[in-house]
């Protein structure tokens, strides 16, 4: 009998520890209380990744020597963007770009300690994930969608194998949106202004970003966030300017330059002649301005009484705010990323390292919409697929024009302003 009774308390004892395990798993991954405990989880785990990723994955050079070069360039004192090339081609990049490889190149041997710059480059990852995991806790994400942050192994290239400027782009834009939604109006436009003085993909945020500010501090103070932006553009960089104002505009922020079919990620499935052709310009521009206005007309302002409510507020009151509805970090959010998926789409070519551009929105803006969970995930899945397909083919490019496709469709019949 004593020992019936001490089986039975053992196995108690085990269905109680089992439950216990369970309960605390699932309010790991349901219970906004335990969002940051699995945050540092996932930070943890995947700096341990990024440490072996680095350390058993050979290292690719792509462009990091052209930076390093350009760079030379600029230190033999040459500041016509036009005289500044590499390798791969000439400095398309705004003057942030060549201040930050400028610093790189300090601290790395002359761009020589590849081990060093990686060690770095894994750093600003571990930060780009950290300010995900922010972001997401502002917008009211479920603690699970962190656990398909570090899952992008073509992320994880970018960063660490490939060592893009895009990584620092990225960074820079994330840090923004954060500020953003804790109302740090001013240091989120340091922070984008800095993002866009680095790649000019930045400005994919613009549109959301001024409807964001209309709304929440009226006509004058958005003016004078664009005057800031654009002080801020030129002191970053005035010793181009003023050598040749043109080359630097021109190279800098070259709105028609027309990319190699070879390299494009998302056009495989239509002919190089089409690719290629000023007609196909014309209609991604028109596709991508029509999808801006209409959110802007029809999904952006309706918790505010509508666009035209918000116009005529802020036009007769311009020192005011022109919103009516408090404009939430849910709700900046879903804007700025929704904005930027819009560009994407539509953008006359996507390179392989122009993933980071949205890689870690994706599970934020998929939530976005009202599909089921599984298709959400469907969608991920694809998206990330076509991404590490190399080279690119019609089926891969495909399948990433309607994955990005299906999520802003979602996203109009969703939740376009946020959860």
Not at 25 to 42: E, G, H, M, T
Not at 126 to 152: F, H, Q, R, V
Not at 211 to 220: A, Q
Not at 396 to 414: E, P, Q, R, T
Request: contains cysteine; glycine residues 6%; hydrophobic residues 50%.
């Amino acid at each position: 009998m004593a020992v019936q009774t001490s089986t039975t308390t053992s196995k108690s004892k085990s269905k109680s520890l089992l439950y216990s395990l369970f309960t605390f798993c699932r309010s790991l991954l349901l219970n906004p209380k335990y969002f940051w405990l699995l945050a540092c989880a996932v930070i943890v785990g995947d700096a341990a990744l990024t440490q072996l990723i680095i350390r058993f994955v050979p290292y690719t050079e792509i462009d990091w020597e052209t930076y390093m070069i350009q760079v030379d360039v600029y230190l033999n004192g040459e500041r016509d963007y036009l005289k500044i090339s590499g390798p791969t081609g000439p400095l398309v990049y705004p003057a942030g770009h060549v201040h930050i490889h400028h610093f790189l190149r300090c601290i790395t041997d002359v761009g020589r300690n590849i081990y060093r710059t990686q060690q770095i480059y894994g750093g600003l990852y571990l930060l780009s994930l950290i300010l995900s995991c922010a972001i997401y806790w502002g917008a009211n994400a479920p603690n699970w969608t962190l656990l398909l942050l570090p899952l992008s192994k073509r992320l994880h290239s970018i960063f660490v194998l490939r060592l893009f400027n895009d990584c620092w782009s990225v960074v820079f834009t994330q840090a923004a949106i954060l500020a953003f939604q804790h109302s740090w109006d001013d240091l989120g436009m340091l922070f984008f202004s800095t993002g866009l003085s680095v790649k000019m993909s930045a400005l994919l945020y613009l549109p959301g970003l001024l409807v964001i500010l209309f709304k929440r501090h009226g006509f004058l103070a958005t003016l004078r966030h664009l005057l800031v932006l654009a002080c801020t553009q030129m002191l970053a960089a005035r010793s181009f300017l003023g050598s040749n104002v043109w080359s630097y505009l021109h190279n800098a922020f070259d709105l028609s330059r027309v990319f190699l079919y070879e390299w494009t990620v998302n056009w495989r499935f239509i002919g190089e002649d089409t690719f290629l052709s000023p007609g196909w310009a014309r209609g991604l521009l028109l596709g991508h301005l029509s999808g801006l206005v209409l959110f802007a007309l029809f999904k952006w302002c309706n918790g505010d009484g509508g666009v035209f409510n918000v116009l005529s507020r802020g036009l007769r009151r311009p020192a005011l705010p022109a919103g009516l509805a408090p404009v939430s970090p849910d709700h900046v959010a879903t804007i700025l990323m929704t904005s930027n998926l819009i560009g994407i789409l539509f953008a006359r070519s996507l390179h392989y390292q122009f993933y980071s551009w949205y890689a870690q929105q994706i599970p934020l803006l998929a939530q976005r919409t009202k599909y089921p969970i599984p298709f959400q995930l469907l969608i991920m899945i694809t998206i990330e697929y076509a991404w590490n397909v190399f080279p690119s083919t019609p089926m891969s490019s495909s399948l990433l024009a309607a994955a990005n496709a299906l999520i802003v469709i979602g996203i109009w019949s969703g939740y376009p302003e946020g959860k």
